[in-house]
């Protein structure tokens, strides 16, 4: 009896390997925040109305150690999970979150709806995440993160908006100070004949698991485009 239990569990066990060898390989989540002043103010005309003044959602993007995201699902080239639901039938999930995600997650660029960066965002990070066939699930643990005052921007960063630069390296060890844990900061550069830098994203990452939870460090605490001027101009607007 002992005997049979133990190898049903083995059996069990190599079964829960076989699967894990085969899901998509990854190793943490990074949630992406934007911040829609410094996205919209080349072309406000071309944003929502009015533009938010809270940090909305870009996505939850499964990320390999090296801080590499993992591309898109491809059913030949990167078969990260069998049969994950096609972004139609993702969206359709959705209803029930509706009114959090237009709020929270909005598609900024007015000519664009938010349903198609749903489904975009689904393709590219949610088919190869831990939730293949459950949207519904990927779509609102995000949504937990984002408005979990612990990993709100506007309380940890330290700063509110103003027109004064902030040295990134500021914002980052604020960060560190108030969640324990460095974030990646996202930059862009928005006004044409200036080296000014804006802060357009901030990200925080997560240990892998189902919700994610647990915050790490960011393996990158900046992007290409922050690290592209010298240290010493390297001070971001955070209109
Ligand atoms: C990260 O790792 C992946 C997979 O091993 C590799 O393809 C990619 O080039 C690496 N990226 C960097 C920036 O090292």
């Known amino acids: 009896m002992v005997m049979k239990q133990l190898s049903a569990f083995a059996a069990a066990v190599l079964a829960s390997l076989a ?15 934007i911040w829609p002043t410094s996205v919209c103010i080349s072309a406000p005309q071309n944003c929502i109305t009015p533009i938010p003044k809270i940090f909305t959602i870009h996505g939850l993007w499964p990320t390999l150690k090296n801080g590499t995201a993992v591309p898109p699902y491809d059913p030949i080239d990167n078969n990260c999970n069998p049969n994950p639901d096609s972004a139609g039938v ?3 999930k959705l209803a029930p979150i509706q009114a959090r995600l237009q709020t929270k997650w909005p598609n900024l660029i007015r000519s664009v709806s938010s349903s198609l960066f749903w489904q975009t965002e689904w393709s590219h990070h949610g088919m190869c995440s831990d939730y293949p066939q459950d949207p519904l699930s990927y779509f609102t ?3 937990n993160l984002a408005d979990d005052s612990k990993y709100d921007p506007l309380k940890v960063l330290g700063v509110q908006p103003s027109n004064t630069p902030h040295p990134i390296d500021t914002l980052l060890e604020n960060v560190k100070k108030n969640v324990g844990f460095y974030p990646q900061i996202s930059c862009n550069m928005p006004i044409k004949g200036t080296k000014q830098l804006y802060l357009k994203e901030i990200r925080f990452c997560f240990k892998r698991a189902t ?3 647990a915050p790490q460090n960011c393996p990158d605490d900046m992007d290409d485009l922050c690290r592209s001027l010298p240290p010493a101009q390297r001070t971001v607007m955070f209109p």
């Open 211 to 213: 919700p994610p939870s």
């Open 141 to 143: 643990t995000t949504l």
């Open 90 to 92: 993702a969206v359709g």
């Open 19 to 33: 699967v894990s060898a085969q899901a998509s390989d990854f190793a943490f989540y990074k949630l992406s925040l």
